[in-house]
């Protein structure tokens, strides 16, 4: 087994497998190390909701790049699709944010005067176009470039992809440590073996805080658990992805709705409880009252890191080491994951950085928000 590697990535979820694809399709020699089965932690836990206008309501440079990273997945959707043979299941038909009262009303249409790509649509045509939600409805704010892809097809189709360039990816390898050499390189300790890289890249979640502190990095992180749950109904006909308050409902396309989510911080057990999943339906219940009959499919929950301020530490170890960190994403991991993958692979590169994303996402950033 070959043991030196240019880049050693820690954590093969979609934003490991996004970075391990963008650089071997630049022939870098890329090792990706996984505790438990490629995309199996929080990926293969979200809705794969594309939500940057849903989202993100600030017109800063975290809108900005999330609103790169969903334009990606177009091109994505055909680069992977041949490469892999892997569709990502991308579904273009926008999504409703809705208005539940008047208050609510006036603030999305507020939007629309700052985000030119959107649309207020009143309750009569957002009802005529899906008459299965609520009459109570006010209306709701149309966002036509919100779709939502799959994301275990996203992660499989990058980790296939970058295996074809060249990359190794090695399932249930955890690393323990990771140690400087005397000629500057990174030991990445495993059970199976120790791996020689000259780039480390930490992309492993909420467990990247491990590193952190084993690194004496001054970074916070913490689990926010995401419990969700999949229905199928012949009552219920929705052809856009529906937000409201935080929750969503996804139309997945083979007749399951997917519905979404939770938010429990610190709380590190993955099952779901029947408090957290009974919250959602009653969430639901008075935006489209059909979800009351309709057969539950399945319940599940993940883990999703959140860091100080809620955003995405993406960026170079603080003391110039070659040590990177792609980690924090929360609720926008499978949006934000193909523009993390280019920006820690032009890291690497050196090439020409976004001023406004180095500073947005540093790990010495000043943080101007609380936790979320």
């Known amino acids: 087994m070959k043991k030196h590697f240019d880049v050693g990535i820690i954590g093969g979820g979609i934003i490991g497998q996004s970075i391990a ?12 190390l996984e505790s438990h089965k490629i995309g199996t932690g929080a ?20 809108f900005q790049f999330a609103k790169e990273s969903q334009r990606s997945y177009h091109i994505l959707r055909d680069e992977l699709s041949e490469l892999s043979n892997i569709n990502i299941q991308l579904v273009d038909n926008g999504m409703y944010k809705l208005a539940m009262t008047e208050t609510e009303a006036e603030s999305l249409k507020a ?33 036509p470039e919100d779709g939502h892809v799959s994301p275990t097809h996203v992660c499989a ?24 050499t005397a000629t500057n390189e990174y030991e990445l300790s495993t059970p199976v073996t120790d791996f020689i890289c000259n780039h480390v890249v930490v992309a492993n979640g909420v467990w990247s805080g491990y590193f952190f502190k084993q690194l004496g990095i001054n970074a916070g992180m913490k689990p926010v658990k995401g419990e969700c749950l999949s229905v199928k109904s012949n009552e219920i006909n929705l052809e856009r992805t529906i937000f409201y308050d935080h929750c969503y409902i996804v139309p997945k396309g083979d007749g399951r709705f997917v519905i979404g989510a939770t938010m429990v911080e610190d709380d590190w057990n993955i099952v779901p409880t ?17 979800i009351s009959s309709a057969q539950l499919i399945d319940t599940w929950a993940g883990l999703r890191p959140q860091s100080d301020d809620g955003r995405p530490y993406i960026g170079q170890h603080p003391e110039g080491e070659k040590i990177y960190f792609a980690t924090g994403h929360y609720r926008n991991g499978i949006l934000l994951a193909p523009r993390t993958g280019m920006m820690v692979r032009d890291l690497i590169l050196n090439k020409q950085q976004n001023e406004d994303y180095m500073n947005a996402f540093s790990l010495t950033r000043k943080h101007a928000q609380t936790m979320r």
């Open 157 to 180: 189709a990058f980790s296939k992809s970058a295996s074809l360039l060249g990359a190794t990816i090695l399932e249930h390898t955890p690393v323990h440590s990771i140690t400087k």
């Open 274 to 290: 029947i408090g957290g999943i009974q919250s959602l339906i009653d969430k639901i219940k008075p935006i489209m009252p059909s």
């Open 111 to 143: 939007v629309v005067k700052k985000h030119e790509t959107v649309e207020w649509h009143p309750k009569e045509v957002v009802l005529e176009r899906e008459p299965t939600l609520s009459s109570l409805i006010k209306g709701a704010l149309y966002i």
């Open 21 to 32: 694809y963008h650089l071997a399709k630049e022939g870098v020699s890329v090792l990706v």
């Open 43 to 62: 990926t293969s836990a979200a809705a794969g909701m594309l939500g940057a206008n849903s989202e993100l309501e600030n017109n800063d440079a975290f």
